[in-house]
């Protein structure tokens, strides 16, 4: 291994005996490299001008020197769960066989190639990337700076998918990738993932046989489609927050009842005041005195919400059966904040389907895609039906 030193920032890079950096045509490797490697004597020494100084010594307001070497293409990524292959249409799926998973012999790279883009809106004009093994990227530049900005925007677009009627679950900051498009025009993850080792057939036969012989398939006409939708309706109400709508919605899938009913019913506060000012206040004059009476009645109440949803209903902007859903919700939610009641899943499921009246209301847009799915439905695990522990109480008696 032979050490080389870039002259502007004093970083140390190594190479192969058999390799000379000068010769390679890569665009990461500084043309600054020297190959007379200056020690640095301590760490309180800092680079300026070529060589190490100590820091006591260096100029008023110092700043470690950055290389002219841009970052290309760096990215924050987000994988699509669960395991999903994304097609340009229905035929143009990889046909990964049987065979070639037991071999390992499949082409792991083609599972990093992007496929589709969707529309940002942000001043660079770039769009977000999508590869076949459902990565979702989005550029890390000035429009998204910090990680929490990277993980905020990339759940905003896994929650316009998720109105549109895909299944797609929340991002945590601890669970977001971050990467580069890389020069073969692939979504490369510098973080560890089960999608880094299926792509570069790492994954043992047993991790890697249903994903890529049974994976979800999404075709990019519908992923889009789902993504136009979702983004107008967020666009539409800018009071909703993408996160707790996507967090309560993977929180219903697991089962995961109180987090799902918290999340979810701080989405209906944003959509009930928003609802309330828009959709009521700027048309109060136009519903029938009955309303206003019942307004005078409750108005000394009406900064809670169960008296905004008693007039939404009297003024038919929301539906009766809405109005009481959303009331058994909300005495759920106050007995689980005040008593510590469990929710069951039950009440999230019905609070669940009641939301799309709610996003239409407000948005103003109909037939919400996410009215297909079930949520809590489709994972409902349960125990064996018959089941033996004769080992685990004879290991028990031994420890």
């Keep these: 291994m032979k050490h080389y030193q870039d002259t502007e920032t004093g970083q140390i890079y190594a190479f192969e005996d058999d390799i000379n950096p000068f010769e390679l045509n890569c665009r990461n490797i500084p043309k600054t490299l ?43 990524i987000a994988f699509l769960h669960p395991y999903s292959a994304v097609h340009c249409d229905e035929n143009s799926g990889l046909n990964i066989t049987l065979d070639q998973v037991n071999e390992n012999s499949y082409d792991g790279k083609k599972l990093a190639e992007v496929v589709a883009t969707l529309a940002l809106d942000v001043g660079r004009g770039v769009p977000a990337l999508i590869s076949y093994d459902g990565a979702v990227a989005i550029p890390q530049c000035d429009d998204f700076p910090s990680k929490i900005d990277g993980v905020n925007k990339l759940n905003e677009i896994l929650c316009s998918i998720l109105l549109g009627g895909i299944h797609v679950e929340v991002l945590h900051p601890e669970s977001m990738a971050v990467g580069a498009l890389q020069e073969d025009l692939t979504l490369f993850s510098f973080t560890p993932s089960f999608h880094s080792q299926l792509r570069h057939n790492w994954a043992s036969i047993t991790d890697r046989l249903a994903p890529l012989t049974m994976p979800r398939v999404l075709v990019v006409a519908d992923l889009k489609a789902a993504y136009r939708q979702g983004k107008s309706v967020i666009e539409s109400i800018p009071s909703l927050s993408p996160f707790f709508l ?22 209906v506060e944003q959509l009930t005041a928003y609802i309330w000012s828009e959709r009521y206040i700027k048309n109060k004059n136009s519903f029938p005195r009955r309303v206003a009476r ?32 959303l009331t058994q919700a909300r005495n759920k939610r106050n007995n689980l904040a005040h008593g510590g009641t469990e929710a069951d899943m039950q009440s999230v499921g019905e609070l669940w389907k009641t939301l799309p009246e709610l996003l239409e209301v407000a948005s103003g847009i109909g037939a919400l895609g996410m009215r297909a799915l079930q949520g809590g439905d489709q994972n409902n695990w349960a125990s064996p039906p018959k089941a033996n522990f004769d080992d685990w109480t004879e290991l028990a008696s031994k420890l």
């Design 34 to 76: 020297s190959d007379n490697v200056r020690e640095k004597p301590s760490e309180l020494h800092v680079w300026h001008q070529g060589d190490w100084i100590c820091l006591v010594g260096a100029p008023p307001a110092y700043k470690p020197p950055i290389s002219s070497i841009p970052a290309y293409n760096p990215a924050w």
């Design 294 to 325: 019942c307004h005078e009645h409750v108005n000394r109440h009406i900064k809670n919400i169960w008296a905004k949803h008693q007039i939404l209903r009297l003024s038919k902007i929301i539906t009766k059966s809405c109005h009481i859903i």
């Design 246 to 267: 996507l967090n309560g919605y993977t929180a219903m899938t697991y089962r995961n009842s109180s987090d799902a009913l918290n999340n979810l019913w701080i989405v």
